[in-house]
């Protein structure tokens, strides 16, 4: 499944919530990051399960989305930690 939210944070910080919530926060599922760039990372999880997380500049913000087969209900409860933008700002 694919999940998209535009934050209020700047790229490297949503990168960096990522990798200590992935695996810190939700022990039973941890996931580690396994390849990362500017704009992306990559995480692994049990029975190789794949998170992918890249990230955009938007106009209100970051741009956020994430990609997983296993971790969906991880992943939701990651986005909803972040600040949301108001999508109708113009």
Do not use: C
Not at 43 to 53: D, K, P, T, V
Request: aromatic share 10%.
């Amino acid at each position: 499944m694919v999940y998209e939210a535009i934050t209020t944070l700047a790229g490297p910080e949503v990168l960096h919530r990522a990798k200590r919530f992935f695996a810190e926060r939700v022990p039973l599922n941890a996931a580690y990051p396994e390849k990362e760039g500017p704009s992306f990372v990559t995480f692994r999880g049990q029975g190789g399960e794949e998170i992918a997380l890249a990230i955009w500049p938007h106009a209100t913000g970051t741009s956020v989305r994430i990609s997983t087969l296993l971790f969906d209900q991880v992943v939701d409860r990651f986005l909803s930690t972040l600040p949301l933008a108001d999508e109708h700002v113009a």
